[in-house]
């Protein structure tokens, strides 16, 4: 590999940014880590997957969670974070150990955030207009017709909330990555390439 070792991908829900990741990962012959991520985290903090889910959704949409995370921020101190910090201190420190063991591709989390220091980190954005993800939401994961746009919504602004609220950066900032894609123009195919071959 080039001067990039680990590919770091943030997607708008529905935009097809897992595929892509699983797609460059097989390529390069290299681990993918998503909701991977997530179920490690539990499994340290003796948690279930589900559980730390509802978390990290209850966490991004309050103002309490805002106020907690600028206060652990200036403290570094585990002894009095809350579920929702631990959470989010658990899925840093396993993100920076994947990133330690080796290449990898690493979707969400904020991992391209956690890991801005590393002059080998790749930071991806994928997204796509609503048509297309609604298509998606409806075709691969079996979301109503009627709810889809809804859900898009809900989840952008749930991924947005928790990259802002705990790194006060704009998810969506295009300053924030080296190459972001449109997957509902370019294809999931036509970004993988592109993506495997800044990273070649």
């Not at 990741?21 to 998503?34: E, M, S, T």
């Not at 340290?44 to 966490?59: D, F, K, P, V």
């Not at 802002?164 to 998810?171: E, I, T």
Request: with cysteine; glycine share 8%; hydrophobic share 40%.
């Amino acid at each position: 590999m080039s001067q990039y070792s680990i590919v770091a991908i943030e997607r708008q829900y529905a935009s097809g940014g897992r595929t892509i990741g699983k797609q460059v990962a097989r390529a390069l012959g290299i681990p993918y880590y998503g909701k991977e991520i997530l179920e490690m985290a539990a499994e340290r903090n003796g948690q279930t997957a589900e559980y730390i889910e509802h978390l990290e959704e209850t966490a991004t949409n309050s103002m309490f969670y805002s106020f907690m995370a600028a206060y652990r921020a200036t403290r570094g101190d585990t002894e009095l974070l809350s579920p929702e910090d631990m959470l989010l201190f658990t899925e840093t420190e396993i993100i920076k150990e994947l990133a330690e063991e080796g290449p990898c591709v690493l979707i969400g989390r904020s991992a391209g955030c956690i890991l801005k220091d590393r002059a080998d980190v790749l930071r991806v954005f994928i997204y796509a207009d609503d048509e297309a993800r609604i298509q998606r939401a409806v075709k691969e994961y079996g979301h109503n017709p009627d709810k889809a746009a809804s859900l898009l919504r809900r989840y952008d602004k749930r991924r947005a909330n928790f990259y802002n609220v705990n790194y006060n950066l704009k998810w969506e900032d295009k300053a924030g990555y080296h190459i972001c894609l449109d997957n509902g123009k370019l294809g999931l195919d036509q970004c993988a390439q592109i993506i495997l071959n800044a990273v070649k």
